[in-house]
């Protein structure tokens, strides 16, 4: 079963920065899929940003690019979202997700329990 255990967030001024982290259960990073996801109250759970499974192809939504940057670890089995430039609407419970295909274009099989982000303007 894997496990994925975010942290990293936080309260921040708009403009600031977070790292967020992703810590998963043993080969979990190496061998999936892993992207970020998040979601607002009354809102349905937005994908973020997608690295794949060998770690050379990211994927963003068009809202975060050249502000977020996902990378593996795969030494430490963790993956980083650097979040830079972070306004309001950045505010938002983040989830880390993994697959063993995509996180892109299908459901996550695995999800943390998520990471609260809150931007004050």
């Known amino acids: 079963q894997v496990q994925l255990a975010e942290s990293g967030g936080g309260l921040v001024q708009a403009g600031g920065s977070l790292t967020l982290s992703c810590a998963a259960s043993?080969?979990?990073?190496?061998?999936?899929?892993m992207g970020w996801f998040r979601q607002v109250p009354g809102k349905e759970r937005e994908f973020v940003a997608g690295?794949?499974?060998?770690?050379?192809?990211?994927s963003y939504i068009d809202s975060v690019k050249g502000r977020f940057t996902i990378a593996k670890d795969n030494a430490k089995n963790t993956v980083i979202l650097q979040i830079s430039s972070l306004t309001p609407e950045d505010t938002a419970v983040y989830y880390c997700a993994a697959d063993r295909v995509t996180v892109v274009t299908r459901k996550p099989d695995f999800w943390g329990r998520g990471t609260q982000v809150t931007v004050s303007s």
């Open positions: 043993e080969r979990t990073v190496s061998t999936y899929a």
């Open positions: 690295v794949s499974r060998t770690g050379n192809i990211t």
